[in-house]
T-cell receptor, first 119, second 112 residues
């Protein structure tokens, strides 16, 4: 399978604990995105990487959230001191920008997400 | 206010029937519009993408239309199947911006 892979698929943890999610994008994709999705809503943008550089962070990404993409390949999203409001599906997507355009017509390919439940 | 509005929020149709989903957007300047299908518990999967100059695009039993003047798009599902039960999300890109604007989705339930 050469799609976007996310791990774990489900995470249940107690409030106050730290959690870390991993995303492995499609290998030739240089762009990687993190989104959060709650029930009945579309995904909300969290952050964006081009290669290893984190180019933008949404205001939704409080200081308890941190994302990395150290070698420009896989990425991790860490949430510290989790709160009940953090319960959501966390989606990762990747795309290619070989055409050099800031906005590429290449679609973003999504993983199946990590569903986080805070008890 | 969300820049992408979808309607209806949900609908139920009988297997074999057709249905049409609507998407209105205010994203500007417009670059492209995508429809994604999201099965329960899965990530969204791209169905179609249309740029400013394209009016219609098909992917099997899915046909998307775009009216860039009125900033409206529709997704038509022909001869629905049980596997079409999913959320359909309209996603719009602005020129010179990598961020996407997502609608809240339309949940389609196909019943036998």
């Amino acid at each position: 399978d050469t799609g976007v892979s996310q791990d774990p698929r489900h995470k249940i943890t107690k409030r106050g604990q730290n959690v870390t999610f991993r995303c492995d994008p499609i290998s030739e994709h240089n762009r990687l995105y993190w989104y959060r999705q709650t029930l009945g809503q579309g995904p909300e943008f969290l952050t964006y990487f081009q290669n290893e550089a984190q180019l933008e962070k949404s205001r939704l990404l409080s200081d308890r959230f941190s994302a990395e993409r150290p070698k420009g390949s896989f990425s991790t999203l860490e949430i510290q001191r989790t709160e009940q409001g953090d319960s959501a599906m966390y989606l990762c997507a990747s795309s290619s920008s070989r055409d050099g355009l800031l906005n590429s017509n290449q679609p973003q390919h999504f993983g199946d997400g990590t569903r986080l439940s805070i008890l | 206010k969300n820049q992408v509005e979808q309607s209806p929020q949900s609908l139920i149709i009988l297997e074999g029937k057709n249905c049409t989903l609507q998407c209105n957007y205010t994203v500007s300047p417009f670059s492209n519009l995508r429809w994604y299908k999201q099965d329960t518990g899965r990530g969204p999967v791209s169905l179609t993408i249309m740029t400013f100059s394209e009016n219609t695009k098909s992917n099997g039993r899915y046909t998307a239309t775009l009216d860039a003047d009125t900033k409206q798009s529709s997704l038509h599902i022909t001869a629905s199947q049980l596997s079409d039960s999913a959320s359909y999300i309209c996603v719009v890109s602005a020129r010179n911006d990598y961020k996407l604007s997502f609608g809240a989705g339309t949940t389609v339930t196909v019943r036998a």
